[in-house]
């Protein structure tokens, strides 16, 4: 069977850490069973193992990084173990026939050259004294490096006996990789090995903390995965996309007093219940099958205009940010997208979403209502041509249509346009069937 390599969870995603192993070495594992929890640069989610047979081998151990490629473990048939001498043997071989061919190479093109110098000897006495006083500066360029190369030669075999994460954790806690006696086959260091001399010399991660830190005031916090994406991805939509914003504030009293009438009528003891945010969702869904043109991207000299509307929804995380993305859904009622963003909000907070949940995305609603915000201006998040931006609902006063001061209830909702995609009237024609919409709540029952 193959060795299990760390796998591309994303479409962004070029390296991924092992946050924990949900099988142990000599586990018999079944194909799609739970085998690991992988931090990718956009989420942490349970990885399932893609073959039958025995958890033989473990090589990166909890908490380490791995390239996408890199071989994690390998699971074995019956009797079956990790070719790990094999490879070993191998790679000696490769090593020790590169220098061989090399010397055949060299020794191949000075034969000719010892043929003609035959010829040549007796009477071109000059080459000889020429080569006499050229021999001593070679004698002289080996004896300089004599002493410290034996220090070379052993740093370069501690590196080459160490294995990748090793190396990486060794780095980070800054302990000298050539100092470490390793546990492994041939006295290959391993991260455990790394952490177990760290922990004997005190050292920890706190010593990167620059010097002009002080220890217990402030703390330099590397950047997980996903912020690291996360910051790329603002750079990558505020630099080359030129964003414009378009601002609402919508009569939000018959939407909280449809919101109260589903509520009195009896949602169902086990039915979740349907939330203002539900209706947001369904009526920008809405309002985009009534305006197609916004459900588009920009793609070099063309506008992609998408066929489905797959809307992602904006959940905060520990570490950032995750859009979920509910698929095809025009097709999707009220309560089926109520269902949905809750499924998919909770197990993104609880890091078990697939790949496939959180990638792509026509357009995206990103409510901070909840958190007490007014409005705000959100980031589109590339190639989508919007995102629609949602504040809480707050009581003003407002002059009715017999121009009397009443409570009112507003809400306020600001469009983030791609100006290559969507112009001013078209994303105008667009809010003013959002703000149609949620303004008349029944239409979003039919």
């Given at each position: 069977m193959p060795e299990i390599q760390m796998p591309k969870l994303s479409d962004t995603m070029t390296e991924g850490t092992l946050v924990a192993w949900k099988k142990k070495k000599g586990d018999q594992i079944s194909a799609g069973e739970v085998l690991a929890e992988i931090e990718t640069d956009k989420a942490t989610m349970e990885w399932e193992s893609p073959e039958d047979g025995t958890l033989t081998e473990i090589y990166v151990q909890e908490g380490g990084k791995v390239n996408v490629g890199d071989r994690i473990a390998f699971i074995g048939g019956e009797g079956e173990e990790a070719p790990k001498e094999e490879e070993k043997k191998k790679e000696k071989e490769e090593k020790e026939e590169k220098p061989k061919a090399k010397e055949e190479e060299e020794k191949k093109e000075e034969k000719p050259k010892k043929g003609e110098q035959l010829k040549e000897e007796t009477p071109t006495t000059e080459e000889k004294e020429e080569k006499k006083a050229a021999a001593p500066p070679k004698a002289e360029k080996k004896t300089e490096p004599e002493k410290p190369a034996p220090k070379i030669d052993k740093a370069e075999e501690a590196r080459v006996k160490a294995s990748p994460v090793a190396r990486r954790i060794a780095a980070e806690l800054g302990v000298d990789l050539s100092s470490v006696k390793g546990t492994g086959p041939e006295g290959r260091v391993t991260e455990t090995d790394v952490r177990a001399a760290a922990k004997s010399k005190s050292v920890t991660p706190a010593t990167k903390v620059p010097a002009a830190v002080k220890a217990g005031e402030s703390a330099r916090i590397q950047l997980s995965g996903m912020r690291k994406i996360i910051a790329q991805r603002l750079v990558e939509s505020l630099g080359p996309v030129p964003h414009f914003y378009?601002?609402?504030?919508?009569?939000?009293?018959?939407?909280?007093?449809?919101?109260?009438?589903?509520?009195?009528?009896?949602?169902?003891?086990?039915?979740?219940?349907?939330?203002?945010?539900?209706?947001?969702?369904?009526?920008?869904?809405?309002?985009?099958?009534?305006?197609?043109?916004?459900?588009?991207?920009?793609?070099?000299?063309?506008?992609?205009?998408?066929?489905?509307?797959?809307?992602?929804?904006?959940?905060?995380?520990?570490?950032?940010?995750?859009?979920?993305?509910?698929?095809?859904?025009?097709?999707?009622?009220?309560?089926?997208?109520?269902?949905?963003?809750?499924?998919?909000?909770?197990?993104?907070?609880?890091?078990?979403?697939?790949?496939?949940?959180?990638?792509?995305?026509?357009?995206?609603?990103?409510?901070?209502?909840?958190?007490?915000?007014?409005?705000?201006?959100?980031?589109?998040?590339?190639?989508?041509?919007?995102?629609?931006?949602?504040?809480?609902?707050?009581?003003?006063p407002v002059v009715d249509d017999c121009d009397q001061i009443i409570v009112g209830r507003r809400m306020s909702l600001t469009m983030s346009c791609d100006h290559r995609v969507i112009d001013g009237a078209l994303g105008a024609e667009y809010l003013k069937e959002l703000r149609h919409l949620l303004e008349n709540p029944a239409l979003l029952l039919v």
């Amino acid at each position: 069977m193959p060795e299990i390599q760390m796998p591309k969870l994303s479409d962004t995603m070029t390296e991924g850490t092992l946050v924990a192993w949900k099988k142990k070495k000599g586990d018999q594992i079944s194909a799609g069973e739970v085998l690991a929890e992988i931090e990718t640069d956009k989420a942490t989610m349970e990885w399932e193992s893609p073959e039958d047979g025995t958890l033989t081998e473990i090589y990166v151990q909890e908490g380490g990084k791995v390239n996408v490629g890199d071989r994690i473990a390998f699971i074995g048939g019956e009797g079956e173990e990790a070719p790990k001498e094999e490879e070993k043997k191998k790679e000696k071989e490769e090593k020790e026939e590169k220098p061989k061919a090399k010397e055949e190479e060299e020794k191949k093109e000075e034969k000719p050259k010892k043929g003609e110098q035959l010829k040549e000897e007796t009477p071109t006495t000059e080459e000889k004294e020429e080569k006499k006083a050229a021999a001593p500066p070679k004698a002289e360029k080996k004896t300089e490096p004599e002493k410290p190369a034996p220090k070379i030669d052993k740093a370069e075999e501690a590196r080459v006996k160490a294995s990748p994460v090793a190396r990486r954790i060794a780095a980070e806690l800054g302990v000298d990789l050539s100092s470490v006696k390793g546990t492994g086959p041939e006295g290959r260091v391993t991260e455990t090995d790394v952490r177990a001399a760290a922990k004997s010399k005190s050292v920890t991660p706190a010593t990167k903390v620059p010097a002009a830190v002080k220890a217990g005031e402030s703390a330099r916090i590397q950047l997980s995965g996903m912020r690291k994406i996360i910051a790329q991805r603002l750079v990558e939509s505020l630099g080359p996309v030129p964003h414009f914003y378009l601002s609402i504030d919508i009569n939000a009293a018959p939407l909280m007093e449809a919101r109260e009438e589903l509520k009195s009528a009896g949602e169902g003891a086990d039915a979740a219940k349907i939330t203002v945010n539900d209706f947001v969702l369904k009526a920008a869904v809405q309002a985009a099958l009534k305006v197609p043109r916004v459900n588009a991207s920009f793609d070099g000299d063309a506008i992609v205009q998408y066929a489905d509307i797959d809307l992602g929804i904006a959940v905060a995380i520990e570490d950032g940010l995750l859009t979920p993305v509910i698929r095809a859904a025009q097709n999707k009622s009220l309560r089926e997208i109520s269902e949905l963003a809750k499924d998919l909000a909770d197990r993104a907070r609880n890091k078990r979403m697939k790949p496939e949940e959180f990638q792509g995305g026509t357009f995206t609603v990103s409510n901070l209502g909840g958190m007490g915000i007014d409005s705000f201006s959100a980031v589109i998040n590339p190639p989508q041509g919007f995102i629609l931006a949602v504040g809480r609902i707050t009581k003003v006063p407002v002059v009715d249509d017999c121009d009397q001061i009443i409570v009112g209830r507003r809400m306020s909702l600001t469009m983030s346009c791609d100006h290559r995609v969507i112009d001013g009237a078209l994303g105008a024609e667009y809010l003013k069937e959002l703000r149609h919409l949620l303004e008349n709540p029944a239409l979003l029952l039919v």
